[in-house]
């Protein structure tokens, strides 16, 4: 028989009633008082312990330390002692180790759960800081917006002015002398080449004979036409979605919801109001108003005399481009739902909806104030739609390109529309005499925008890498 505490031969060996096992009564006993159980957890007294018998011849006590039983007799006691203490402490590791493991997994558990909370209150704050729900919403339905915010009526009037004045002359403008012809645009090739300090290109835009392009890096360039080099570098120190020049001043949205002016290669102001990226920048004929869309679903208007917020509204997805119409009444937003939706320009109220069926990837409206050309990312197509019209009657046109396009833009006779894309650039002609539509142009110079320049005798356009290229016909 062995002890099940040290795993000797017991001198005084005693069963336990509830669980059989033999121990050494010393130790049992010593252990039941400071435990109130045996140690393999059964709830005992001393009296639960039951004494085993043997044949032996019992060892005389010891009277003194001085004789060698006595030391062996101390040397067992304190053997004892240590078994007991060694085994004590096993045990607590073992249920250590439990806890910790318990305590770890709790931890984890905490973490995520705070994660998740911390992202769902976000969430909400975001939400509850930009919308508003309508007194009559339905149970079920959307949320709809409603909390926006007017043009001052100085500019309110100025909007109608503009549009009333270029809504008469726009039917009667011919097309201006020396504008280039089909058979010049058929014959369109690269006339230059350049690259650009703009990795990772994202946006062009033209003034004159000088092109701005800006780039994720954070980094833009000013680019001379006609000289065929880099002007001017400009560092916005932010990523840039989309690019606008207007006279002396460049407009730079970016991916942390600013809107960046600069003149003369200075930053002049900066507009923070998206709480999300800037997606699309557009101005209107008045030149008076800059109108920004971001991926909060925010639509925001801003004077140019003073830099600030003068109208703003929210549609119900991200938005992802937008564009005045050339009269200015109207203003169009593209949405990663697939939807353009058009605004009334003074009060931002909805007009009407056009369906992509995929996030838009750009629009941009005829100088006719008629037809609105518009993508989505993914289609190698674009739709034209008829202002005039509703519905699935407002689709004049689809115009396959053969490859993906990710830029638009319309030259100011009205008669080309230029896309760039992956796979190429291409020149889509319109003819009001007959109402049809030719392709005059299709190349293979890659493009992420494409941009007609001076009495659309060039055509510029950026590819992603930063490299410029010119297209025009060659003396």
């Not at 120190?237 to 690019?243: A, K, L, M, S």
């Not at 925010?298 to 481009?321: C, G, H, P, W």
């Amino acid at each position: 028989m062995l002890c099940g505490i040290s795993g000797e031969a017991p001198q005084e060996p005693v069963a336990s009633k509830k669980s059989g096992v033999v121990y050494e009564k010393r130790l049992v006993e010593q252990y039941i008082n400071e435990h109130g159980a045996e140690p393999n957890g059964e709830v005992i007294t001393a009296d639960d312990l039951l004494p085993i018998k043997s044949s032996r011849i019992p060892r005389p006590r010891p009277p003194t330390l001085t004789s060698i039983p006595a030391l062996l007799a101390t040397f067992q006691n304190e053997w004892d002692n240590l078994a007991l203490e060694t085994y004590n402490l096993r045990e607590q590791l073992a249920r250590t180790r439990e806890e910790l493991a318990t305590a770890l997994y709790q931890h984890d558990a905490a973490v995520r759960v705070i994660a998740r909370l911390t992202k769902e209150r976000d969430e909400a704050r975001d939400s509850l800081s930009k919308v508003t729900v309508t007194d009559g919403a339905a149970a079920g339905e959307d949320m709809v917006v409603d909390s926006v915010e007017l043009l001052p009526e100085e500019l309110a009037a100025q909007v109608d002015q503009t549009h009333q004045s270029l809504s008469k002359s726009r039917k009667k403008r011919p097309v201006p002398e020396g504008w280039v012809s089909a058979d010049e645009v058929s014959s369109f090739e690269p006339t230059t080449i350049n690259s650009l300090p703009v990795p990772q290109a994202t946006s062009l835009d033209l003034e004159g004979s000088y092109a701005v392009a800006g780039g994720l890096n954070g980094e833009a360039a000013i680019y001379s036409i006609e000289a065929d080099n880099v002007e001017r570098t400009v560092p916005v120190n932010e990523p840039v979605t989309d690019t606008l020049w207007s006279g002396s001043k460049v407009f730079f949205a970016t991916s942390q919801g600013n809107i960046k002016v600069y003149e003369a290669g200075n930053e002049i102001g900066t507009m923070s109001e998206h709480a999300g990226a800037a997606s699309g920048l557009s101005l209107h004929p008045s030149g008076d108003l800059l109108a920004s869309v971001g991926t909060d679903k925010s639509i925001v208007f801003y004077q140019l005399e003073t830099m600030k917020r003068v109208s703003r509204a929210y549609a119900d997805a991200s938005l992802t481009t937008c564009a005045f119409h050339p009269d200015g009444h109207l203003f169009a937003a593209g949405t990663v739902n697939g939807d353009i939706k058009l605004y009334m320009t003074k009060t931002l109220e909805q007009a009407v909806v056009f369906k992509l069926g995929a996030p838009v990837q750009a629009i941009v409206f005829s100088e006719n104030g008629f037809l609105l050309a518009a993508t989505a990312k993914g289609q190698t197509s674009v739709t034209i739609f008829d202002l005039r019209k509703e519905g699935d009657a407002a689709v004049s046109k689809v115009l396959e390109t053969g490859g993906s396009v990710q830029s638009l833009a319309w030259d100011y006779s009205g008669q080309f529309l230029a896309t760039g894309g992956a796979t190429g650039i291409t020149v889509q002609q319109y003819t009001k005499s007959s109402k049809k539509w030719s392709e005059p142009l299709r190349n293979s110079v890659a493009a992420i925008a494409v941009r007609w320049g001076e009495s659309g005798k060039k055509l510029v356009s950026l590819n992603g890498e930063g490299v410029v290229s010119v297209l025009g016909v060659k003396n």
